[in-house]
């Protein structure tokens, strides 16, 4: 049968990761997003000391703190959080019908207005080196927004439905 | 758009759990479309009614704001 929805609901479907890699996803963006927390409260300026080696002359404290390592750092951060991100949002939930494609569609949407949004805030309030820094987060607040929105919505259906049998 | 999808599931005492395997979709679904949070697609409607030997005019209805 000719239904635009279903088609269109079942193309989503195929451009979905399976629902495992949901798992793997926050293997990988949990430690980045740590990693990434780490390097921010260090100025994205390599680790912090604690985590190096106390002999500053060792071979290994050099090549932690050589320039390379600290560009190294930051893209694991910044690719990790970013792929993470989308394999937890872009996985199949473990029954992939109709209503979860739309909610999927919302929160992409919603993602979308709140990101742009705030990107015109910083624009008008921040200049500067600051905004600089805005946008480099801006790299990741959408995928990120992304998520939230979409786990919210399911968490909200789920305890909608709870009390029905 | 109302339904009368809780009508007909306790007039074959089906649960929604039931209902939702019967048309491959989670139970939430169900229950979304029966508090008339969810519109369902044409094939949905169209499945639901198949499951309780309806047409899909006897199960769902406009309301007059559709």
Redesign the interface.
């Known amino acids: 049968m000719h239904c635009p929805t279903l088609k269109f609901a079942n193309a989503m479907k195929t451009m979905l990761l399976p629902h495992r890699y949901r798992a793997i996803g926050w293997w990988i963006l949990i430690p980045t997003a740590l990693l990434g927390v780490v390097l921010y409260f260090n100025g994205f300026d390599g680790l912090p000391d604690f985590l190096l080696p106390s002999d500053q002359t060792s071979r290994w404290h050099q090549t932690l703190t050589s320039e390379t390592a600290i560009r190294l750092y930051n893209n694991v951060a910044l690719i990790g959080i970013l792929v993470g991100t989308l394999m937890v949002a872009c996985s199949r939930e473990r029954v992939e019908d109709e209503l979860t494609t739309a909610l999927r569609l919302d929160a992409l949407l919603l993602a979308l207005y709140l990101n742009t949004g705030l990107v015109i805030l910083a624009a008008l309030w921040i200049y500067d080196f600051d905004f600089i820094n805005v946008m480099c987060y801006n790299l990741f607040t959408l995928p990120v927004l992304f998520l939230l929105l979409f786990r919210w919505k399911i968490r909200r259906l789920r305890k909608e439905a709870r009390n029905e049998e | 758009m109302k339904n009368r999808i809780r009508v007909e599931r306790a007039e074959v005492r089906m ?3 039931q209902l ?1 395997d019967a048309v ?6 169900i ?2 479309v029966e ?1 008339g ?2 519109v ?5 409607a169209l499945k639901i009614a198949r499951c309780f030997a309806k047409s899909v005019e006897e199960i769902f209805r406009l309301d007059d704001e559709d």
């Open positions: 649960t929604q759990q939702a491959g979709v989670s139970r939430q679904t229950h979304a508090t949070r969810f369902p697609s044409t094939v949905l």
